[in-house]
């Protein structure tokens, strides 16, 4: 058997048997501190009060799930180092070239994630969680580390006629967007514009969790196929972290990933999305979760300058969907479907842009 799809396997074991070991003790210690989720009563603009009402009955499910799958993750990297130490790897998951942008943006936004849910926990502060100004700061300044060190250390380089290097940008219909040094601020526009998309979808048991685990899949293989063997293993063990989590998160919920996880699973996307060079792919497959934001930032466009009007009975989607009377088994399922067509549409756009 080809040793890379051992190393990716034995790692997606590992992950699977360190997950159940921890999960009981970690349960017990989300109980015993009284980590659970706060419903909130006020939005952004004016009142949440059709979300309180719907949501209501899940104050106080445990939270901070996401924190397990970090320490996970991190417990991987560290084994691997220890294994290559001992010659018994010839590499790490630690890895310059693959996997040191992925596990910084992972650390690093993982931190503002966990911020925010204790602030929200613990019931501090005027708004009960970090302010858009405060993650807006955060952001930028990490997202611009992270396309800097990619502009200079990682970009592909595509050398034209006259022998220059170009930076191109695949895209799905055979024209390469040759943007050089401007990949900087789209790099960081593409971060902080999309940082809270898998937190907005994360609202309903099972949602966001199934869609992430999805876009995950696919790209375990966009890595495995560009022979980036231990990004693909990184990968692959963050799919199987969300698996165990997905078995706990079902309705009725015995947990919740929130900000702590969801922030840094989704930039995480992006940036590995960046050193494939498929940003156009995860568009694709990640619809679900654009298009949650996309109704959040029209719906409060709307309350904004038409005093209070709302184009959504309530924002995200998912939300609207339940307001208007469907079941959350239905909307969980249908959007999980609408999940998986657009995982299959990536299929057609890969195999134009190779």
Not at 29 to 48: E, Y
Not at 159 to 180: I, S, Y
Not at 277 to 284: G, K
Request: charged fraction near 15%; charge should be positive; proline fraction near 2%.
């Amino acid at each position: 058997m080809d040793s890379n799809l051992v190393l990716i396997f034995s790692f997606w074991i590992a992950t699977f048997v360190v997950w159940f070991l921890l999960i009981p003790s970690f349960i017990k210690f989300l109980i015993d501190f009284k980590l659970g989720k706060q419903i909130r009563s006020n939005a952004t603009i004016w009142k949440a009060t059709i979300f309180e009402q719907l949501h209501k009955k899940k104050t106080w499910t445990p939270t901070m799930w996401g924190a397990i799958i970090l320490i996970t993750v991190f417990l991987m990297v560290l084994i691997s180092m220890i294994l290559q130490a001992f010659d018994l790897v010839k590499y790490s998951l630690f890895n310059q070239k693959e996997t040191y942008l992925s596990l910084f943006t992972l650390l690093t936004v993982w931190w503002l994630g966990l911020i925010d849910d204790i602030l929200n926990i613990k019931w501090i502060g005027k708004t009960k969680w970090l302010s858009a100004r405060v993650k807006m700061l955060w952001l930028t300044f990490f997202a611009t580390l992270w396309a800097l060190w990619f502009y200079y250390k990682l970009w592909w380089n595509v050398v034209d006629e006259a022998g220059n290097f170009l930076r191109t940008l695949n895209n799905p219909f055979g024209v390469d967007l040759e943007l050089w040094i401007y990949f900087i601020p789209l790099f960081i526009f593409i971060i902080i514009a999309t940082s809270n998309s898998v937190n907005v979808t994360d609202g309903l048991d099972g949602l966001a969790g199934w869609l992430l685990l999805f876009c995950y899949w696919i790209y375990t293989y966009i890595t495995f196929d560009q022979w980036m063997y231990l990004l693909s293993t990184l990968c692959i063990s963050i799919v199987w972290a969300l698996l165990a989590f997905l078995w706990f998160n079902v309705k009725p919920a015995k947990f919740y990933m929130w900000d702590v996880w969801s922030l840094a699973l989704w930039a995480n996307l992006w940036i590995i999305a960046m050193i494939t060079n498929t940003v156009f792919i995860l568009i694709i497959v990640g619809a679900i979760f654009i298009f949650e934001t996309l109704s959040v930032i029209i719906q409060l466009t709307s309350k904004k300058f038409r005093n209070g009007k709302k184009v959504f009975l309530v924002a995200p989607f998912h939300h609207h969907l339940e307001a208007l009377g469907w079941s959350e088994e239905n909307v969980v399922f249908r959007l999980w479907l609408v999940g998986i067509i657009s995982s299959v549409f990536w299929i057609i756009f890969y195999i134009l842009q190779k």
